[in-house]
């Protein structure tokens, strides 16, 4: 029996692989078409240090290609992104997303996803006494990712002076969004 030495590209590895678990690989072999073509826009992927005009082929919640001049014709929806850039998502830093118990909060999904941004930091809305309610409501909810920075205070924002201070006297996000809604 005489045996090969190891593959010497990937491409050659993988084929091996398939051959063994009786695969046929078939050169020069088309992608599935795609779901999602973004046509024309420059894409910046600093990963790879990629700064061109490029066609970019998503199939399902998957980036398949990503090459100059990719057919339209299988794609299910085209988007043109000419002029445009075209970037992994990008990263917001500082926000501040508990909707509806902070005041100075936005929605994260509202405010982030339309402008590119598929990653927030809080940055310390919600505190001791108040993450979980973040978790529950903000983090498990939103489909953009959220991390906090978490205010190690009890008390996060300043109380007016006409209620007293104690927690229970706090209204709770529950009862600030009714009162947002109703007027």
Not at 105 to 120: P, V, W
Request: charged share 15%; with cysteine.
């Amino acid at each position: 029996m005489t045996r090969q030495g190891p593959a010497s590209t990937r491409r050659e590895f993988l084929a091996a692989t398939a051959a063994t678990l009786g695969l046929t690989v078939t050169a020069g072999a088309q992608p599935p078409p795609a779901d999602l073509l973004i046509a024309g826009g420059r894409v910046i992927d600093p990963a790879s240090g990629l700064s061109a005009v490029r066609d970019v082929a998503i199939t399902g919640s998957r980036i398949t290609r990503i090459a100059a001049n990719l057919p339209a014709a299988g794609a299910r929806r085209v988007v043109d992104a000419r002029g445009h850039l075209v970037t992994p998502g990008l990263v917001d830093l500082h926000v501040h997303v508990y909707d509806a118990v902070v005041p100075i909060s936005i929605d994260a999904d509202t405010a982030c996803l339309a402008r590119g941004t598929t990653t927030a930091v809080d940055g310390g809305s919600a505190g001791a006494s108040t993450f979980a309610g973040f978790r529950k409501h903000v983090i498990a909810r939103s489909r953009t990712r959220v991390f906090a920075w978490l205010n190690i205070s009890r008390s996060v924002w300043p109380m007016p002076t006409s209620t007293p201070t104690c927690a229970s006297s706090i209204p709770t996000w529950r009862q600030r969004r009714s009162t947002r809604t109703a007027t």
